[in-house]
């Protein structure tokens, strides 16, 4: 697929020119001046580069470029300019990440290799891109996914904390949301080293010796450790060894994803038992000293309304029925009796082959009680 060039320029003259001489080298587009160039972006981007003139009417040069890298930051950024001054330069550079700057007048020798090294930098973006979000993502995905399947307990409450997390992700802006849904899938991998007796004791909210509160204590370090061996992935280790710490202690110091998944972390123990998220949240209050306020204050707004876009009915289904997102309302059981999945989890795709495949072979019991309406993130 041939990428695809925008240039923005208030000179109308000057981009039909660009277009007659260009238009067999790449796919350009122009637009006339800032206002134009969001809308043809939203129309018929994306673009691999935009190269946009300094001096135009409204918007200059570095304001189009630095709103540019808000809405589409795969896309490489250029600037052309006759006001070459060093303050514009570093402008330039600072609020548009420019990737370079070309002096009027430009050459079309030099404004073609400028170009094609542009398409060159978008494709090594976003195959770095494509690499982290889907094919380490979906092999991180996997390993959860088995890990929920051995401890459950542990591992299974992972899909809710992600759509809230994709939710945060959305409402925040956020430039890298993969950092944040990867280092929530991977949050609890530290635990798998923690005795089961003690994850128990954690749970029941019950004393820990000072062995066992030492042991829970290197969890976030065990989990920063294992994920250092996984090539680009440091940043989530950051994020993860980081998550329990309170906001007081360390300001804005630690990765913003932390400070969400701190949130998150404490809204998920505080729903156990709670009526609601606004009531969730309520309990919270006395202890929003640990939480970023933006980040509590962003929470709040966007999840508290949850219920009413949950519509949850509750139906009795055969096995045949069963999908992958559904939440079970009652413990799946062979037919002798044997437990299999616990009630109140949702099913992953692990559980759902690892549920028919016993099936086969004992039988299960019929029907299974589940939330009809499925919202899952895959």
């Not at 949301?177 to 798998?192: E, F, N, T």
């Not at 128990?200 to 204590?217: H, N, P």
């Not at 804005?252 to 400070?259: D, Y």
């Not at 969730?280 to 929470?299: E, G, L, N, V």
Request: aromatic residues 6%; charged residues 25%.
């Amino acid at each position: 697929m041939t990428e695809k060039i925008l240039i923005i320029d208030d000179d109308a003259n000057l981009l039909s020119g660009l277009k007659r001489q260009f238009r067999k080298r790449f796919d350009l587009t122009t637009a006339e001046g800032g206002a134009q160039a969001f809308k043809t972006l939203k129309s018929d981007g994306p673009f691999a580069v935009a190269v946009c003139d300094m001096r135009m009417p409204g918007m200059n040069g570095i304001e189009v470029l630095g709103a540019l890298r808000k809405i589409s930051p795969d896309t490489v950024r250029m600037m052309l300019t006759g006001n070459a001054d060093q303050q514009t330069a570093t402008d330039a550079i600072n609020k548009g990440n420019i990737f370079r700057f070309f002096n009027k007048p430009c050459s079309p020798d030099t404004l073609v290799k400028g170009i094609e090294a542009g398409i060159g930098q978008y494709k090594l973006v976003t195959a770095e891109k494509e690499l982290l979000e889907k094919t380490l993502a979906g092999s991180v995905r996997i390993l959860t996914d088995v890990l929920s399947s051995i401890d459950e307990e542990t591992f299974t409450s992972a899909s809710t904390l992600r759509e809230w997390g994709h939710k945060m992700a959305v409402a925040m802006e956020l430039p890298q949301p993969w950092k944040l849904d990867m280092a929530i899938m991977m949050s609890r991998l530290g635990w798998v080293a923690v005795p089961a007796e003690i994850q128990a004791k954690v749970r029941a909210g019950t004393i820990l010796t000072g062995t066992e509160k030492a042991i829970v204590a290197e969890v976030p370090e065990t989990s920063r450790k294992w994920i250092a061996n996984i090539p680009r992935l440091k940043p989530v280790g950051d994020i993860i060894y980081n998550q329990d710490k309170n906001f007081d202690e360390t300001g804005e110091g630690i990765p913003v994803e932390s400070r969400i998944i701190k949130v998150l972390n404490d809204l998920a123990a505080a729903l156990n038992g709670a009526n609601s998220y606004e009531d969730s949240f309520r309990r919270m209050y006395p202890h929003t000293h640990r939480y970023d306020p933006a980040i509590f204050k962003k929470a709040e707004q966007v999840l508290s309304g949850l219920e009413k876009e949950e519509k949850f009915e509750p139906a009795d289904i055969p096995l045949g029925q069963l999908i992958i997102g559904q939440t079970v309302l009652s413990d799946i059981e062979t037919n002798d009796g044997q437990l299999i999945l616990a009630k109140n989890q949702r099913i992953t795709q692990t559980q759902l082959a690892k549920i028919k495949n016993i099936a086969r072979l004992h039988g299960i019991k019929e029907p299974i009680r589940v939330y009809k309406n499925v919202s899952f993130i895959p």
